[in-house]
């Protein structure tokens, strides 16, 4: 029996009149519409240095057992839309990294070169091969990933951007697509403020831009989900975001921050060791980590590659995400290898995966989800 046909999607840029936006709905073919808005980076809420001498995997590695796995990422293909990536280093060495530049117009071929280090960060997590005897990365057998720089220097982009990248790593084949970015709301409303509408008026347009881009985000998942069927499925894996501030109240917790929060995402809540920081009690949610996620990841003190050589610790839901992402295509592996991959089993195992056995008792079910992401083994 044949496969079934790839679905089509064509992804048009258009400068449109608002007025003339309930004619281009009624176009045939037409699905949806939404404006270009603002996208920034998730930032770590913290930097510290990474130890020199350390050895062995990172304890990031080691809380989803990739250390111990039969798996290794070798044969998947992963995309991360971010900041670019340091090719030169050493963590990247033997890596085909196709990569494209977004924030530039045309998507320039071969750019993508990161000048933040935060999306040099999340593909060292990913399949970052060992700097200096420390194992950093959760899939270090991936041989061919996507780069798509949609992020400045400044940790800026547009949605418009992203949803290019995304369509485009798509059709590149990736199996897994990491993001750790987010929706300005408030610069979207300073933009629109800017441009002469008084401050109620700019919300509530802001309001129905955020809407009409979840929409987008939505559409696009479902069709990173079908475009390479049961051969090739695509997991978009977001950060929940870092807007929560527990360590004031306890009760200052945000929701998933979009697009984490659209159709079709798996959101990932970062995960850490608690007040006493003595590992023997177990993990607990991150206190700046949103509320309501699909999943855990280590998400504190995580040691990866740094941007012009050597290694880093950051903390943030960002870092939680790319080892969410390395598990999964771990799962792919596993799949292929046993001729069950579909589009459901790869999700299912991955969401199977999760336990809450390595966190504190009494964690709140809400933050953290199904629980920690685990590797086959």
């Known amino acids: 029996m044949d496969a079934a046909p790839a679905p089509s999607m064509s992804l048009e840029i258009q400068t449109l009149d608002h007025r003339e936006l309930p004619d281009l709905l009624q176009e045939t073919g037409v699905q949806l519409a939404a404006p270009s808005i603002p996208m920034r980076l998730i930032r770590p809420v ?3 240095e990474a130890s020199p001498t350390a050895t062995g995997p990172t304890w990031g590695v080691q809380a989803v057992r990739a250390d111990t796995s039969s798996q290794n990422g070798r044969g998947v293909t992963v995309a991360i839309l971010d900041t670019g990536i340091d090719p030169e280093h050493p ?6 990294l196709v990569r494209r530049d977004f924030t530039l117009e045309g998507g320039d071929a071969d750019g993508g070169v990161d000048a933040q280090g935060h999306g040099t960060h999340c593909a060292g997590t990913v399949f ?10 959760v899939a270090p057998g991936v041989e061919r990933a996507l780069i798509g720089r949609v992020l400045g220097a400044d940790g800026s982009g547009s949605s418009e ?36 509408l008084p ?6 347009q802001a309001l129905l831009d955020y809407r009409a881009n979840l929409n987008l985000f939505g559409a696009l998942a479902a069709y990173a989900r079908s475009y390479g069927g049961d051969t090739t499925p695509t997991l978009l894996i977001a950060a929940a975001g870092n807007e929560s501030r527990r360590q004031q109240n306890p009760d200052w917790e ?17 995960v850490g060791l608690g007040a006493e920081q003595k590992p023997d009690q177990g993990l607990t949610v991150a206190p700046f ?3 309501g996620a699909t999943l855990s990841g280590p998400g504190v003190n995580v040691t990866s590659a740094r941007l012009g050589g050597g290694l880093v610790a950051y903390s943030g839901t960002s870092m939680a995400t790319p080892h969410v992402a390395g598990v999964a295509a771990l799962w792919f592996g596993a799949l292929i290898e046993a001729g069950d991959l579909t589009r459901n089993t790869v999700e299912t195992a991955l969401k199977g995966s999760a336990t809450r ?15 920690l992401v685990q590797a086959p083994q």
Do not use: C, Y
């Open 46 to 48: 913290r930097r510290s």
């Open 91 to 96: 963590a990247f060495a033997g890596v085909n």
């Open 128 to 137: 970052g091969r060992d700097v200096a005897g420390q194992r950093i990365g």
């Open 161 to 196: 951007g992203i949803a290019r990248a995304l369509a485009w790593a798509v059709q590149e084949g990736a199996h897994v697509v990491s993001m750790s970015l987010g929706m300005d709301f408030p610069g979207l409303v300073a933009e629109l403020i800017k441009r002469g």
């Open 199 to 204: 401050a109620e008026l700019a919300t509530s």
């Open 254 to 270: 945000v929701g998933v921050a979009p697009p984490a929060t659209s159709d079709g995402f798996i959101s990932v809540a970062a």
């Open 289 to 291: 980590s949103n509320t």
């Open 357 to 371: 056995q390595p966190l504190i008792a009494g964690v709140d079910k809400l933050d953290v989800g199904l629980g």
